[in-house]
């Protein structure tokens, strides 16, 4: 076992003050399974690129041990899979390859065909059996499940938890929870490390944010407390010491001496109610800075006039003589929302293309509301781009309400002024979120939304869509969102 020691890393992008990383300091483990977890935008893959020395930088990072990134570009993805493995581990045999293989439940003829012909999940098994299987590598694997059905992750975890040696950016809960035993987060102001799982982190995290809020609370009444008798002594101490200057009483002079004293203990209690003051305030500032925020989000939904939306009945699509799915039969019901489960390429995406009013080649009975309007997010972000602005005109939305929708989706403002396809993946996706969200629809038909997306915002969705019950269809292999939101499941 060795170390990686990050000692005051300082970085920001075209040397402006803006900075990623200030002064940041840490050490981690190789043989840790480190999960990383942190909001969009927040510098995830910034930090794997440095490690993997892509940026100038201030401060230093050492370690014995060579860093290996995962997806690793595949140059010419026509090309037979066992040459790309040899090129990227050229010391890996093949039975080593067949055995890491066996261990994902991939089948070891896919090493006997063109890489562009496999599956996401078949790629994502070969390029990290390829790369575990490098000495002295310790693996920044950026995102693996994105694509991914839900088998294809459990497999993926089953395999991570048998290693050591990586990081994982990941906002896939229960991924995480099957394979990391140490957390790296990026908070707000600070980079932290917590041995566990992802659950042990979160209730960590919810422990320490509820106990702050409740100190917060606290402070704030004792500030505006203390406040409030530091005037009152202070009226008390010009009114006793204005009685010094008087007229005789019963001809007796007053006794300046003693008023003097009096005005001025009152005085040195006022001080120091006000210092009991001044250090509350100075506590109550170092509280609250790395609570996450997740505010409320609203929907635009359109109930329609009847309570059956969509029918299928024994629905079977085929391209030429092949089937892609056959008998497929469900309703979608006002306030229903059903999940589409099944391995990638059994047909979730052509049904849904179907319902849009693609010309898909079907038989059986299928029909759609009359005037239904939906709205929906499709899983590709590629064709993105322009301005938030000519976004929003495009598509016919709300600028005003568009934007606080990406700011409570923890959009900074500085995001606001970039072309879209300057974002990250988790923002691209995170404008199509917005989108949905504003356009009125009585059908929501989401097709992986959650895709880069992270753990924070998809808590927001969560809430919203339980809140709203709107009527949705929607792909998504993220299990603990479909245990949440799914209230039925159509398996393909």
């Given at each position: 076992?060795?170390?990686?020691?990050?000692?005051?890393?300082?970085?920001?992008?075209?040397?402006?003050?803006?900075?990623?990383?200030?002064?940041?300091?840490?050490?981690?483990?190789?043989?840790?399974?480190?999960?990383?977890?942190?909001?969009?935008?927040?510098?995830?893959?910034?930090?794997?690129?440095?490690?993997?020395?892509?940026?100038?930088?201030?401060?230093?990072?050492?370690?014995?041990?060579?860093?290996?990134?995962?997806?690793?570009?595949?140059?010419?993805?026509?090309?037979?899979?066992?040459?790309?493995?040899?090129?990227?581990?050229?010391?890996?045999?093949?039975?080593?390859?067949?055995?890491?293989?066996?261990?994902?439940?991939?089948?070891?003829?896919?090493?006997?065909?063109?890489?562009?012909?496999?599956?996401?999940?078949?790629?994502?098994?070969?390029?990290?059996?390829?790369?575990?299987?490098?000495?002295?590598?310790?693996?920044?694997?950026?995102?693996?499940?994105?694509?991914?059905?839900?088998?294809?992750?459990?497999?993926?975890?089953?395999?991570?938890?048998?290693?050591?040696?990586?990081?994982?950016?990941?906002?896939?809960?229960?991924?995480?929870?099957?394979?990391?035993?140490?957390?790296?987060?990026?908070?707000?102001?600070?980079?932290?490390?917590?041995?566990?799982?992802?659950?042990?982190?979160?209730?960590?995290?919810?422990?320490?944010?509820?106990?702050?809020?409740?100190?917060?609370?606290?402070?704030?009444?004792?500030?505006?407390?203390?406040?409030?008798?530091?005037?009152?002594?202070?009226?008390?101490?010009?009114?006793?010491?204005?009685?010094?200057?008087?007229?005789?009483?019963?001809?007796?002079?007053?006794?300046?001496?003693?008023?003097?004293?009096?005005?001025?203990?009152?005085?040195?209690?006022?001080?120091?109610?006000?210092?009991?003051?001044?250090?509350?305030?100075?506590?109550?500032?170092?509280?609250?800075?790395?609570?996450?925020?997740?505010?409320?989000?609203?929907?635009?939904?359109?109930?329609?006039?009847?309570?059956?939306?969509?029918?299928?009945?024994?629905?079977?699509?085929?391209?030429?003589?092949?089937?892609?799915?056959?008998?497929?039969?469900?309703?979608?019901?006002?306030?229903?929302?059903?999940?589409?489960?099944?391995?990638?390429?059994?047909?979730?995406?052509?049904?849904?293309?179907?319902?849009?009013?693609?010309?898909?080649?079907?038989?059986?009975?299928?029909?759609l509301g009359s005037g239904v309007k939906i709205s929906y997010i499709s899983q590709d972000t590629s064709w993105l781009k322009g301005s938030l602005t000519e976004f929003a005109k495009e598509y016919a939305l709300d600028e005003t309400i568009f934007r606080a929708l990406l700011r409570k989706l923890d959009f900074d403002r500085v995001q606001f002024e970039k072309k879209i396809e300057e974002y990250s993946e988790g923002q691209k996706k995170k404008v199509l979120l917005a989108k949905s969200l504003c356009e009125p629809a009585h059908?929501?038909?989401?097709?992986?939304?959650?895709?880069?997306?992270?753990?924070?915002?998809?808590?927001?969705?969560?809430?919203?869509?339980?809140?709203?019950?709107?009527?949705?269809?929607?792909?998504?292999?993220?299990?603990?969102?479909?245990?949440?939101?799914?209230?039925?499941?159509?398996?393909?």
């Amino acid at each position: 076992m060795s170390r990686i020691q990050v000692t005051n890393l300082t970085f920001a992008y075209d040397s402006s003050f803006d900075y990623i990383f200030e002064h940041v300091s840490f050490q981690i483990d190789t043989d840790w399974k480190l999960g990383f977890i942190g909001r969009n935008g927040r510098g995830k893959t910034t930090f794997l690129n440095l490690l993997l020395g892509k940026y100038e930088y201030s401060g230093s990072i050492s370690a014995s041990v060579d860093f290996e990134y995962f997806p690793y570009p595949v140059e010419n993805p026509d090309e037979m899979t066992l040459s790309i493995v040899e090129s990227v581990n050229p010391q890996a045999e093949s039975w080593q390859i067949f055995k890491e293989l066996n261990l994902m439940d991939a089948d070891p003829e896919i090493l006997y065909r063109p890489f562009s012909t496999l599956s996401n999940g078949e790629r994502t098994k070969v390029l990290l059996a390829a790369l575990f299987l490098k000495e002295k590598a310790f693996l920044l694997i950026d995102e693996p499940t994105n694509h991914l059905d839900v088998n294809a992750r459990e497999k993926v975890a089953q395999y991570l938890n048998s290693k050591k040696g990586f990081i994982l950016v990941s906002h896939d809960r229960t991924f995480l929870d099957q394979c990391i035993d140490h957390v790296l987060s990026i908070n707000k102001t600070q980079i932290e490390i917590q041995k566990g799982t992802f659950s042990s982190w979160f209730a960590n995290k919810e422990a320490q944010d509820e106990m702050e809020l409740e100190k917060n609370a606290q402070l704030k009444s004792d500030i505006r407390r203390l406040e409030e008798a530091s005037r009152r002594t202070e009226r008390w101490s010009d009114k006793v010491e204005s009685t010094k200057i008087g007229q005789r009483v019963a001809g007796l002079r007053p006794d300046r001496g003693h008023i003097g004293h009096q005005a001025a203990k009152m005085m040195k209690r006022s001080k120091s109610t006000q210092k009991r003051q001044q250090n509350a305030i100075s506590e109550k500032e170092t509280l609250l800075k790395n609570v996450e925020t997740m505010d409320a989000l609203k929907l635009n939904l359109l109930s329609y006039h009847t309570d059956l939306i969509l029918s299928m009945e024994d629905i079977t699509i085929s391209y030429g003589t092949i089937p892609v799915l056959q008998n497929i039969s469900f309703f979608v019901r006002q306030g229903s929302r059903v999940c589409l489960r099944g391995k990638n390429g059994c047909g979730k995406t052509s049904l849904i293309k179907l319902i849009l009013g693609e010309e898909i080649p079907y038989t059986g009975s299928f029909h759609l509301g009359s005037g239904v309007k939906i709205s929906y997010i499709s899983q590709d972000t590629s064709w993105l781009k322009g301005s938030l602005t000519e976004f929003a005109k495009e598509y016919a939305l709300d600028e005003t309400i568009f934007r606080a929708l990406l700011r409570k989706l923890d959009f900074d403002r500085v995001q606001f002024e970039k072309k879209i396809e300057e974002y990250s993946e988790g923002q691209k996706k995170k404008v199509l979120l917005a989108k949905s969200l504003c356009e009125p629809a009585h059908l929501f038909i989401w097709d992986e939304p959650l895709n880069f997306v992270d753990v924070f915002s998809r808590m927001q969705i969560e809430k919203l869509l339980l809140e709203y019950r709107p009527t949705m269809l929607f792909v998504e292999h993220d299990e603990a969102f479909q245990e949440k939101i799914a209230t039925q499941i159509v398996d393909l």
